[in-house]
Nanobody, 117 residues
Framework: QVQLVESGGGLVQPGGSLRLSCAAS????????MGWYRQAPGKERELVAT??????TVYAESVKGRFTMSRDNANTASLQMNSLKPQDTAVYHC????????????WGEGTQVTVSS
């Protein structure tokens, strides 16, 4: 089992910045993918960014050039969000996955990000 806890959400004005953090605990040595997803009211959960061990970071088109995901160590990941827009408002969830012998996904409860003037 893997437990994930997000932090760093809040209210920010358009054009502002926030940094989200995700702390993993439990059976973390088998994690080989970490990512951030978001879900806005009335919409489906969507990918924001994801990193596979040894691979490149993949970003949603809507956040390219504005968001940067990093995997700081085996147990933490962060998401630096710059030039925030009202359409970035959502609950942001941290994801961790074990992909062998089959994919198992773990999710954090999420942190609210609100972009509003």
């Amino acid at each position: 089992q893997v437990q994930l806890v997000e932090s760093g959400g809040g209210l920010v004005q358009p054009g502002g910045s926030l940094r989200l953090s995700c702390a993993a605990s439990g059976s973390t040595r088998n994690i080989d993918v970490m990512g951030w997803y978001r879900q806005a009211p009335g919409k489906e959960r969507e990918l924001v960014a994801t990193i596979r061990n040894g691979g490149p970071t993949v970003y949603a088109e809507s956040v390219k050039g504005r968001f940067t995901m990093s995997r700081d160590n085996a147990n933490t990941a962060s998401l630096q969000m710059n030039s925030l827009k009202p359409q970035d408002t959502a609950v942001y969830h941290c994801n961790a996955a074990i992909t062998w012998p089959r994919r198992i996904d773990y999710w954090g409860e999420g942190t609210q990000v609100t972009v509003s003037s």
